[in-house]
């Protein structure tokens, strides 16, 4: 399922977005879509604070009361992926766009093909994510599989391996931390580290690290072994600096 929301407050675009999409999708059969429309950026950001957002975001830029840029960077404050598509009358805001890391950018009026440009770099970046997953054993024969990059921590409580994500909470029964660890490196080496037994961190949901524990983005915190500060320092440096975070 690819979930797209599109918000524009003019109702004559929006429809017509929502009509490009939808030919998109039915050109992509190996696809189900969900669309969700918006004519409201403060019903957007609404919806927005109480779901687990969607892949793909049709923004307007001129929109009513805010920039469609201002909602953007509240999409990015939640430090999510999801692939965002400007769309305006003008180029002005172009720079603007593009340092939010929008896919594409899109002027008024535009034709399909301009928006399936648009929507196969945004589908281009969503199926490499959609690879980034780990399958997580949840017992009765039934496997999870969650987006490595919605895993806040996992933590080893006894025979189990709790995984804390955005969304909640999983159950691996099987698998111990080691091979959890070995299965992360394999999808992403350098995002995930042991900074204290019984732990994994993603280095994505770090907020700060101190002398005794690391802070995430949720305000929970986990301890560090005494003097691992700079070694754990160095790896998140490394992972948002280099060929990791962006």
Known sequence: ???????????????????AVSSYF????????RISDFSSPTRFLEELGRSSGWDIVVLDICLPGMLGTDVAREIRRRHDRTEIIFISISRDYAIDAFSLKAVHYVVKPFAQAQLDEALDRAMASFEEKNIRRLLINIGNGEVQSVSIDKILYIESQGYRRVVHTAEGLYEEVKDTLSRMQEELDSISLGQFIQPYRGYIVNLDAVRTVASDRIFLNNGEFILIKRGDFRRIRSLLFAWSFGNGRH
């Open 1 to 19: 399922m690819v979930r797209v929301a599109i918000c524009d407050d003019q109702q004559e675009y929006l429809a017509g977005v929502h009509d």
């Open 26 to 33: 039915s050109r992509r059969p190996e696809f189900s879509v």
